[in-house]
T-cell receptor
Framework: DGGITQSPKYLFRKEGQNVTLSCEQN?????MYWYRQDPGQGLRLIYY???????QKGDIAEGYSVSREKKESFPLTVTSAQKNPTAFYLC?????????????FGPGTRLTVT | AQSVTQPDIHITVSEGASLELRCNYS??????LFWYVQSPGQGLQLLLK??????LVQGIKGFEAEFKRSQSSFNLRKPSVHWSDAAEYFC?????????FGAGTTVTVRA
């Protein structure tokens, strides 16, 4: 079955530690995205990548970093510089990164930082 | 600035009753609009989309939405709600690759 996998489903970290969230897709999609979801705020775009070895900042990139070394993978690192890292993180992909195409979402990772 | 507004934060509906979720957008050109559904602790699933053409769009799970340019709205409807429709629903507007989401409407279904 084609789809997007995110791991782990739940992640707990101490304040001051960097943490990396995994996102893998086998849909052969060019574009991948990371969103952050907080209660009552909908989804906000952190980073996106239209093709391999290229990525762009979204609306709330501060305190986050990404890489796109392979088409299938788009890991997100939440750094210690992120002021409020506790949130639900969703990865998505679409066929192309330019033009309007529907985005397919993974199941999400809930990160709790204490 | 482009924005998507979902005026209702929470709606409670009886099983078997009809459901309508409101979505309003503000921006200039031809809209590309989506409705997604999210079950608790899960990712988002696409219900339907509007790109152009017929203003009444059919989706999965018995949902439909109507695009009304004069009202800048894209409301989601379902004639008869099932308990499994309890979830959070998001309207989204696309500008090229970027999706802008509304804050969501939580639907509770009572027996």
């Amino acid at each position: 079955d084609g789809g997007i996998t995110q791991s782990p489903k739940y992640l707990f970290r101490k304040e001051g530690q960097n943490v990396t969230l995994s996102c893998e897709q086998n849909l052969n999609h060019d574009a991948m995205y990371w969103y952050r979801q907080d209660p009552g705020q909908g989804l906000r775009l952190i980073y996106y990548s239209q093709i391999v070895n290229d990525f762009q900042k979204g609306d709330i990139a501060e305190g986050y970093s990404v890489s796109r070394e392979k088409k299938e993978s788009f890991p997100l690192t939440v750094t210690s510089a992120q002021k409020n890292p506790t949130a639900f993180y969703l990865c998505a992909s679409s066929i192309k990164g330019t033009g309007v195409y529907e985005q397919y979402f993974g199941p999400g990772t809930r990160l709790t930082v204490t | 600035a482009q924005s998507v507004t979902q005026p209702d934060i929470h709606i409670t509906v009886s099983e078997g009753a009809s459901l309508e979720l409101r979505c309003n957008y503000s921006y200039g050109a031809t809209p590309y609009l989506f409705w997604y559904v999210q079950s608790p602790g899960q990712g988002l699933q696409l219900l339907l989309k509007y790109f152009s053409g017929d203003t009444l769009v059919q989706g999965i799970k018995g949902f439909e939405a109507e695009f009304k340019r004069s009202q800048s709205s894209f409301n989601l409807r379902k004639p008869s709600v099932h308990w499994s429709d309890a979830a959070e629903y998001f309207c989204a507007y696309a500008n090229d690759y970027k999706l802008s989401f509304g804050a969501g409407t939580t639907v509770t279904v009572r027996a």
